[in-house]
């Protein structure tokens, strides 16, 4: 889809009229587009309003898990947070908008792709909450930022508690072999099967060169954490059967 301006329909998307729409179009604008003579200048594209987003949204996401999951500790809200304002994360909700439509950006960028791009659409989202905190705040305070990001991300939260609190095996697993062995852990992708819209992954976990775990998953990510689980376990079991 070509570039174009931005529309009366992402605003009735967010639920959200700008009285100020030239915000609303530098938050749309990758420092790509070549416009009103100096395309790159930090006043014309969304480079900054990225950073205010980028705080703007820590703040409400961290209220909204508080609000939603009060059992769970600080660990378990700051990993659940950096998964919902990750590069992935913010991808889910700028799809949720349809924002590559909206963006505004050049034709090199736009033929490599860029509307596509997980960066560039995870930038577009923390520079649009920005321009709509800018927008608002006068006489709104954080109350209409507030109300979009809770609506626009609660849809991607968990139901259960039990659903974040997922330990990080490779973590775990990369620390105990780096003190007692004082190597990296190493994984390997062992097989996969299925047509690409539903391949199953099996990863290997190495140390040494040894294989001490096997796991399989719906991404390699998943069946490396499975991995690793069983290489921690293993370890940890032959430890215990020494001591």
């Given at each position: 889809m070509?570039?174009?301006a931005?529309?009366?329909?992402?605003?009735d998307?967010?639920?959200?009229?700008?009285?100020?729409?030239?915000l609303?179009?530098?938050?749309?604008t990758?420092?790509?587009?070549?416009?009103?003579?100096?395309?790159?200048?930090?006043?014309?594209?969304?480079e900054?309003?990225?950073?205010?987003?980028?705080?703007?949204?820590d703040?409400?996401?961290?209220?909204?898990?508080m609000?939603r999951?009060?059992?769970l500790?600080?660990g378990?809200?700051s990993?659940?947070?950096?998964?919902?304002?990750?590069?992935?994360?913010l991808?889910?909700?700028?799809n949720?908008?349809?924002l590559?439509?909206?963006?505004?950006?050049?034709?090199?960028?736009?033929?490599?792709?860029?509307?596509e791009?997980?960066?560039?659409?995870?930038?577009?989202?923390e520079?649009?909450?920005?321009?709509?905190?800018?927008?608002s705040?006068?006489?709104?305070?954080?109350?209409?930022?507030t109300?979009?990001v809770?609506k626009?991300?609660?849809?991607?939260l968990?139901d259960?508690?039990e659903?974040?609190?997922?330990r990080?095996?490779?973590s775990?697993?990369?620390?105990?072999?780096?003190k007692?062995?004082?190597?990296l852990v190493?994984?390997?992708?062992?097989?996969?099967?299925g047509p690409?819209?539903?391949?199953?992954?099996?990863?290997?976990a190495?140390?040494?060169?040894?294989?001490?775990?096997?796991?399989?998953?719906k991404?390699?990510?998943?069946a490396?954490?499975?991995?690793?689980?069983?290489?921690?376990?293993?370890?940890?079991?032959?430890?215990s059967s020494?001591?």
């Open positions: 070509p570039p174009q931005p529309t009366q329909e992402l605003c998307r967010l639920g959200y009229q700008f009285s100020r729409p030239e609303l179009k530098q938050a749309l990758h420092k790509s587009c070549v416009h009103d003579g100096n395309a790159r200048s930090p006043q014309q594209n969304n900054r309003f990225e950073f205010l987003g980028d705080a703007v949204l703040l409400l996401i961290s209220e909204l898990l609000d999951f009060p059992e500790s600080e378990g809200l990993k659940l947070r950096a998964s919902l304002v990750n590069e992935s994360g991808r889910r909700i700028a949720s908008l349809e590559g439509q909206f963006l505004l950006m050049g034709k090199g960028e736009e033929m490599t792709g860029g509307r791009k997980a960066s560039l659409l995870a930038d577009a989202v520079a649009l909450f920005a321009a709509i905190y800018l927008d705040r006068e006489k709104q305070g954080l109350q209409d930022v109300r979009i809770h626009l991300f609660s849809s991607v968990p259960r508690v659903d974040v609190a997922v990080d095996f490779k775990e697993l990369q620390e105990y072999v780096q007692h062995f004082g190597v190493t994984y390997e992708l062992i097989h996969q099967t690409d819209h539903q391949k199953e992954f099996e990863m290997a190495l140390v040494e060169q040894k294989v001490y775990g096997r796991g399989t998953g991404s390699k990510k998943q490396g954490q499975r991995a690793a689980q069983q290489a921690f376990e293993t370890l940890v079991a032959q430890a020494t001591s």
